[in-house]
């Protein structure tokens, strides 16, 4: 599949303004506050996203947010989201049942861009909710596995309660095609897995090619601050490195200013931003 780097978010067949009407085909509990929804436009057309984009979800007389799209444009007939409930528009996401209809702008944004990792080989590093945007990625290199080379996969969560997609965590480590390692900050008395904060896992990683790795780290700020510096010691150029970065935002294409750092527009430029590029936008690293 040809991915492309839009220069203005694409539309998928629908407005960048009116939302578009999507069904719910299916809701799965994976912790107790983050739901995944899949989701099917009424109309059948495919979401068309890159891996690391996001939508803008509606729910008509209660609001809109926007949310990471969590599956592989690969995998073409519905499109996958993954809600935490934190307040308004969420919390009430998370009282509906399957067949209700939401609004979806987008897909919005700047995602990855795959096209730079083919041939390359890829470490992804995920903390908490960051698995999410990242988890797109993770199956667009599973699905397109013989385009990239080696493919390192470290994930960490405070808590064992707190770990997302385990039905995917246990295909990942079962798997030929990804070396997978999972940490917790905080292991219960059932946890039987390794302890300690993400960047513990580096010990276990082969060398990194600096010329021929990208790497990508989505988490909380204090994660990205410490992996993006056992990253550059293993001499990773800064333009090898991709980070998907978090701000408020209220339109999601560049006309309302909410989501601005700097000089950049996050909701048009971003979500996903070389971490160079990131380096210079002071405000979006505080
Ligand atoms: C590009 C992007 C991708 C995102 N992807 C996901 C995702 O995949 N899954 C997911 O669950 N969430 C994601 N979020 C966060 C999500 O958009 C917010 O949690 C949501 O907007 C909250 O809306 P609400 O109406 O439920 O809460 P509100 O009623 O607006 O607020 C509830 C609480 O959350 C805080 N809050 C609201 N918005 C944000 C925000 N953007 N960041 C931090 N705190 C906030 C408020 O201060 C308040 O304390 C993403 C945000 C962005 C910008
Ligand atoms: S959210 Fe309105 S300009 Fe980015």
């Known amino acids: 599949m040809a991915m492309t780097t839009q220069a203005t978010p694409p539309t998928a067949g629908g407005s960048l303004y009116i939302p578009t009407p999507a069904r719910i085909r ?14 099917e436009f009424l109309d059948g057309h495919p979401l068309g996203h890159d891996p690391g984009q996001f939508v803008q979800v509606s729910v008509l007389g209660i609001g809109e947010c926007p949310i990471s799209i969590c599956s592989s444009p690969t995998r073409q007939e519905t499109f996958e989201l993954c809600i935490r409930r934190v307040g308004n528009v969420t919390n009430h996401l998370h ?43 993770i199956q667009y290199i599973l699905d397109e596995r013989s385009r990239f080379g080696r493919f390192d996969l470290l994930y960490g969560a405070r808590e064992p309660k707190e ?15 990804v070396d997978f390692h999972v940490t917790v900050d905080r292991p219960d008395e059932q946890w039987r897995g390794k302890s300690g904060v ?26 990205f601050k410490f992996v993006v510096l056992e990253v550059l010691a293993r001499r990773i150029p800064q333009h090898s490195i991709y980070c998907s970065l978090e701000r408020r935002m209220k339109c999601g294409i560049g006309k309302c200013g909410h989501c601005q750092a700097n000089n950049v527009y996050v909701c048009m430029d971003g979500p996903v931003f070389k971490y160079g590029r990131l380096k210079a936008m002071r405000e979006a690293l505080e």
């Open 163 to 177: 770990i997302l997609f385990k039905d995917d965590l246990t295909e990942w480590r079962e798997s030929a095609d």
């Open 95 to 137: 009282t509906l049942e399957p067949g209700a209809i939401v609004g979806i702008r987008g897909p919005l944004g700047h995602g990855f861009d795959v096209s730079e990792m083919h041939g390359k080989d890829v470490l992804i590093v995920a903390g908490g909710l960051g698995l999410a945007p990242v988890r797109s990625l």
């Open 26 to 39: 299916a809701i799965e509990d994976l912790t107790e506050f983050e739901r995944l929804f899949e989701l």
């Open 198 to 223: 993400v960047t513990t896992l580096f010990k276990g990683l082969p060398k990194l090619d600096p010329a021929e790795t990208m790497v990508v780290i989505v988490g909380p700020p204090i994660m």
